[in-house]
């Protein structure tokens, strides 16, 4: 099928429901002289059914941002909710279940378990949580991640854009309330990450999944519905349907923008 990097209709604002939100999140990193606030002050909403790319210079705050999000890290204050879930409410064994069931993961890296089959490696967080995948939204999924002739293959058998194929289909088989994907081409050629960033991009125009992507690549938000920046641990600007070019820009205006002095 034919996936196309920008286009189609974002809904009104009234009508868009959040998947996760983020209120007045701050995160702070050690004390007094050696205090670093990664994030200050964030709020945000990311929206159910929509690609969101997150972007900002090195130590702007946003890998720290989608761990505060995906329940990887604790805030220092404010609040995150998935859904209606207060992160803030739940204990370790909550928050466990809460990623295991309502939360998927693509990471730069695979994290594929080496022992085990491409197919075993997909139904691994179903199996942990003593879950049977629905057949046909698993069928669905390998379908469109083409890997279906790769099932029986272990991790060392598989390219690496084959790998991350399986990681994708691993973090969408059971159907989560948002996948977090932290710099998911990083380690791919282009063509490669071409294919595994059309393949996020289809799990949301046709599956109507939610992914909030962390990427340092304007032509990765460039298959994105929406663009968020950080700079000093704040959000500083958007942007809608973007195109590479106008990341890119954007971007360089942030590096050469230099720390806040602020107020």
Not at 38 to 62: I, R
Not at 131 to 159: C, F, K, Q
Not at 183 to 209: C, H, I, K, M
């Amino acid at each position: 099928m034919e996936l196309r990097k920008s286009g189609g209709v974002a809904p009104e604002v009234g009508d868009r429901v959040p998947a996760a939100r983020v209120r007045d999140l701050t995160k702070v990193y050690g004390s007094g002289q050696t205090e670093v606030r990664a994030l200050d002050g964030v709020s945000l909403d990311l929206y159910a059914g929509e690609f969101t790319a997150v972007m900002g210079p090195s130590g702007s705050g946003k890998s720290t941002l989608m761990h505060c999000c995906a329940a990887l890290d604790e805030a220092s204050s404010g609040s995150v909710l998935i859904g209606d879930t207060d992160l803030a409410d739940l204990g370790d064994k909550e928050l466990t279940r809460l990623r295991r069931d309502r939360i998927g993961f693509v990471f730069q890296s695979f994290n594929l378990v080496p022992t085990l089959t491409a197919e075993e490696n997909v139904l691994l967080p179903l199996s942990i949580a003593g879950r049977r995948p629905d057949p046909d939204w698993y069928a669905l999924v390998i379908d469109a991640v083409g890997i279906a002739d790769r099932l029986g293959h272990r991790p060392n058998e598989l390219s690496g854009g084959q790998q991350q194929r399986v990681a994708v289909a691993r973090a969408l088989a059971s159907r989560p309330a948002i996948v977090f994907a932290d710099e998911p081409t990083g380690n791919l050629d282009s063509r490669s990450g071409a294919e595994v960033l059309g393949l996020l991009q289809r799990s949301v125009r046709e599956f109507g999944q939610t992914v909030v992507m962390v990427t340092h690549d304007p032509v990765a938000a460039g298959y994105t519905d929406r663009v968020v920046f950080l700079a000093d641990g704040v959000v500083v600007d958007e942007l809608r349907e973007p195109e590479a070019e106008r990341v890119l820009e954007r971007m360089a205006q942030l590096a050469t923008a230099g720390p806040r002095s602020g107020g």
